[in-house]
């Protein structure tokens, strides 16, 4: 006989204590590991124009890697065997959040550099070589005149990746990561009732992401660029030009 579902189970589940826990350390993952992942990916986008060949392979090898090879298989390897090849890794401190962080944070920098890369290339070279012409430095020119204008690009397609790894961080479990889909698992063995526990679970996820597709839509419109020739700013070196006066 199917058992029937139990809302009395399913509502204490939904506020238990480690099920919001679980979704305040999924969120917090995602934010931290988002951030770093951020910063590697600029670096890379950089590295895949440098005019070394040996950066562009390394970032091409990279790239490679982490993109041809499963998330989860990436935490296992940071979690059981970093710790065999390095015995720094093998203390107390290094902690399953710990790991789940370095994981996917290198894991989304690969994905990340392609978008900021993207980004990078979608603003007319013209604009580049006009700073070279007001004698400005590379850095500065990235600063002031490239990166303004690549994340009005960049901004949309993070948004995509933030719900992504949201959704990445539930793979923790596999290393004691007690996040929201180890709570629901610990929850459904208790009683086995994993329809109620689950259910829970899904209603957390559904909450967030939709939270999170709300901001992202809002950023979309924000950052678009404006189709209308008369809603375009003025060139970014105009600007820069002026303030060089």
């Not at 093998?90 to 790991?99: I, N, Q, R, S």
């Not at 009005?152 to 996040?179: A, C, D, M, Q």
Request: one cysteine or more; aromatic letters at 14%.
């Amino acid at each position: 006989m199917v058992a029937s579902f139990d809302t009395h189970i399913f509502w204490e589940a939904l506020t238990s204590e480690p099920y919001w826990k679980g979704a305040l350390l999924a969120i917090e993952l995602t934010f931290v590991s988002l951030a770093t992942a951020c910063v590697i990916g600029f670096f890379l986008a950089l590295g895949r124009s440098s005019r070394f060949r040996s950066v562009r392979a390394f970032v091409f090898f990279y790239n490679w890697i982490f993109r041809a090879t499963p998330t989860l298989l990436q935490l296992l390897f940071i979690w059981n065997a970093l710790p065999q090849l390095w015995s720094a890794f093998a203390g107390t401190w290094f902690k399953p959040f710990l790991a789940a962080y370095i994981g996917l944070s290198l894991n989304e920098a690969a994905y990340m550099s392609e978008i900021i890369r993207a980004g990078l290339l979608s603003v007319e070279p013209g604009q580049e070589l006009a700073g070279r012409a007001l004698g400005m430095t590379r850095p500065r020119i990235l600063r002031r005149v490239i990166v303004p204008q690549a994340i009005r690009i960049i901004i949309p397609p993070t948004g995509n990746e933030f719900i992504t790894l949201l959704k990445l961080t539930s793979l923790g479990f596999v290393i004691s990561l007690h996040e929201l889909l180890t709570a629901s698992q610990v929850r459904a063995s208790s009683d086995f009732r994993y329809v109620e526990a689950y259910t829970a679970a899904t209603v957390y996820y559904l909450v967030i992401v939709s939270v999170l597709m709300a901001v992202q839509a809002q950023l979309e419109r924000r950052f678009t660029w404006k189709s209308s020739a008369r809603r375009r700013r003025a060139p970014a070196v105009q600007a820069v030009a002026h303030d060089a006066r």
